[in-house]
């Protein structure tokens, strides 16, 4: 991939034909495409108010991407500043790298991690501008590390840690380059979730226990947690869900009330408006949900359930007036026969390409996420993509990590290094009225 700042990372691709096999778009509703053809009039693209013929794609990459990074692992976006994960990463540097011009060697079973710098450089362009690895020397002490697991952003300030580790580093850009760590450490306290409030303000989750910093104005905060689970944020407002089925959400001011559920499993809610959205990959009965609940006069309840009994649903993140749901474990291959045939493979037998599935919210963007949906496709097919285990949104755009994606090797054209990892780039645009 082309990681030069003064030209586009990956030529976009404007989509003219209407071709689905182009746009990566396919319907998932018993609505299906005309065939090959996908175009603005077929319901489920007029239910989701999307225009498939004027979505551009993106494809980002490491600068020296190997067999087994998991580049795209964990994606964050703030502004014009793109944080990639990849725990996998096995070069044999530490500390701040904003110069990758040769390889120093690597060593693909360390995994060691890193994460991975790219800021805006124009409306269709992304540049490298550093790759940020734990400041000790990879050693064996740090072998499958995974550093760059869990990620987050504000501003110029980022977040790093690896999930079950003891450690935050906070790296902050100074307007000529990185600088840091900061190291936070807990010793005893395994890190879970890391995420900053639209404030600035850190929040970490360590085994049982959730910490909130001060900020202007704002003391710091602290609350008892189960010991692991997935967290979001939105505004000040935090919400967590843990394996136990149970939902926490509030601002550390005001505190937090529970939401009870019916479900088990929880993976990482999203607050959208006055609901919070969260998806259950495999619920008591076998068939994933995804649940909408809303607060009542006196209590949270479930307003809706949608669901696919064929998928594993994961992250989610909001773009525009959608919602986006990652399902990298969704096996469904892209092979070129017609979108109504069943085409799908065989789990565990070659891997999951995986998909992200769009619903519509009604009402302006508040509203409750309509029946049926829309799923998206790497416009490169690999069979063992995982596509969608990470998302990030900016407006209507969506980031989707892929880490099984296949990578060409530096100076080649054929894409050989498997789980070398990509980070998608779709601009959703809507339909005209």
Known sequence: LDNDCDRRVDELQPLTENDCGACGFRCASSERCDGFRCT?????MRALGLSCAEVEVARLGAPRPHVDLRFGSA??????????????????LSGIDAAPAEDPGFDPSAGWGAVYLFRRAGEDAWC????LRAPTAPSDATRRLGYGGLVAVHGDRV?????????????????????GPEVRVREDLRLNAIAFLDDGRLVTWRSERLDVEAGAGHAAAALPVASE?????AGTAIVLAEPTGRLLTGTPEA????VATERRLLRRPLLVGERIVVADPREAAGAPKLDVYARGEESWGRVQSLGDDRVSLATLARVGPWIAVGAPEDPLADTGSPVGADTRLRPGRIGFQGAVYLYRLSDGGEGLPIEGALYLRPVRPNSAAEFGTALASSGEELFVGAPGDRAAPPGDSIETLRDAGSVYVRRLLPREP
């Open 128 to 131: 490298f501008e550093a790759a």
């Open 229 to 233: 689970g997935f967290m979001s944020t």
């Open 75 to 92: 994606l964050a976006l703030h502004g014009d500043l793109l944080a990639v994960g990849a725990p996998g990463d096995g070069h044999l």
């Open 255 to 258: 505190g937090f009330e529970t």
């Open 40 to 44: 603005v009039d077929m319901p489920c």
């Open 159 to 179: 977040a790093v840690g690896a999930e079950g580790r003891d450690f935050v580093h906070l790296y902050t850009f100074d307007g000529v380059a990185w600088t």
